[in-house]
């Protein structure tokens, strides 16, 4: 164990590691917005609606991310059409946008099932409650329905994004220069692989417990409804 | 890939033994590390047989210096990590021989002489020096002396890592980079296929006399020196003529 060949590479596996978040985040948030309505649409009872979402889901679930992010990256890439398209090739020519697109499909894909668990676990004395009400179904799936789906997914939705975290590690496969790909990188010149991947696996580690914290912090809030509140009496302001 | 590349593993040791051809002898095999992905030097066919001329040339020497060998396959990266770690006893790997990697192992005398040159498509007109690359995309793989020459000579190049040259071919079909720097036999081999029909050589070889060696542990001095011996021994009966002239028109040596 050298802890100097430690301490050299870790300016740039921090380099590595911005684009990891990169990745994570914005891969994470078009994953969110793609999972809400497929979510739903694969929650519904008509088998025309949940079709489509499940063949997706299938799909992305059933093949492993490396396969998905070849598919995109070397797959797209020899057809014509694609490298002749003005608007398509910009975009998918890029590895870093290749692996955010493949990064958002397939955590939609997860996220969406998720949701899809949510939604049906939402009791259903709240739904007809909201529906006598006079709720809309619409109404009742905005107001009612997905923010109680939201906290019930939560922890699980926790879960997938550090799973997604440890995924981002194949970006390296497409030249892309993440905390993985540096790692390697560095250990071209350096021959320690034991010390960087240490230190690589650290950095992962440190970046997994932000985001634990930080999602139980969410958690926290949301559920404050569930917890006693202070002086016990409910409805009256604590008096100090 | 990782199946896959376990499977090619399997095969490879299953299929890949030489038997040596004298006395029997009380020695382990000596086990081989290589990367399998190195077209024409050493790759893995569809029945997941390593062949190439890397190999050939290992069988020669085993069978000179009489021992069993077997093969391993081991990804580029992590080749002299596997070395080093003790999961084979050589790499016969097409490896130049570095200053950098002297640091970590040994090697023997050269069995190959290399020179990295740059490839583009032929439509294209390359300036191939400092301030011509500037702003163009380059690939090469990863922990190469092609990726180390780029970032040492062509400081303001783009420079993109491939795992394996192969996926650097496949970039460089696809337009994503301008120009591939790599062993210019390797190239050779590509743009004598299909696939490289529309590519060409731009520019001089920009580095000559790469020796190719075989890189063994630190302190191996008995090894190192069954494998020179070896390897003179093969360039002296023309076995080594046999299996360059089966890969190249012309000598390698």
Known sequence: MNVDVMIAALPKLLEGAWLTLQLLFISGFFGLLLAIPLGIARASRSIAVKALPFAYIFFFRGTPLLVQLFLVYYGLSQFEFVRESPILWPVLSDPYWCAIITFALHTGAYIAEILRGAIQAVPHGEVEAARALGMSRATTTLRIVLPRAARIGLPAYGNELILMLKGSALASTITLLDLTGMARTVIARNYMPLETFLMAGLIYMIITFVLVRALRFIEHRVSAHMRARPGGAVGVEPTG | ?253
């Open chain 2, 1 to 253: 890939m990782i199946g896959l590349r376990t499977t090619a593993l399997a095969l490879a040791v299953a299929t890949m033994t030489v038997v040596s051809t004298g006395a029997a002898q009380a020695e382990d095999p000596l086990r081989i590390g290589t990367e399998g992905a190195y077209p024409p030097f050493n790759m893995v066919d569809e029945d997941g047989n390593l062949h190439g001329f890397d190999i050939d040339v290992a069988k020669a020497l085993c069978e000179e210096m009489e021992r069993e060998c077997t093969f391993v396959i081991q990804d580029w990266d992590g080749i002299i990590p596997g070395l080093l770690a003790g999961k084979y006893d050589a790499i016969v790997a097409s490896m130049s021989v570095t200053e950098e990697r002297k640091q970590a192992v040994d090697f023997t005398n050269k069995y190959w002489t290399n020179k990295l040159q740059f490839i583009a498509p032929k439509d294209v007109d390359l300036d191939i020096s400092a301030e011509g690359m500037a702003d163009k995309t380059v690939g090469a793989q990863r922990a190469t002396i092609s990726a180390q020459w780029v970032e040492e000579n062509m400081p303001d190049a783009e420079l993109k890592l491939y795992d394996t040259q192969e996926n650097a071919y496949l970039d460089l079909a696809a337009g994503r980079i301008d120009a591939i720097i790599a062993d210019m036999l390797v190239n050779y081999e590509w743009l004598e296929s299909d696939a490289g029909a529309d590519f060409e050589f731009k520019g001089e070889p920009v580095f000559e006399n790469d020796l190719i060696a075989i890189a063994v542990r630190k302190g191996n001095e008995d090894l190192v020196a069954d494998f020179n011996a070896a390897i003179d021994a093969i360039v002296e009966d023309g076995t080594y003529a046999e299996i360059n002239a089966k890969y190249f028109p012309f000598s390698i040596y």
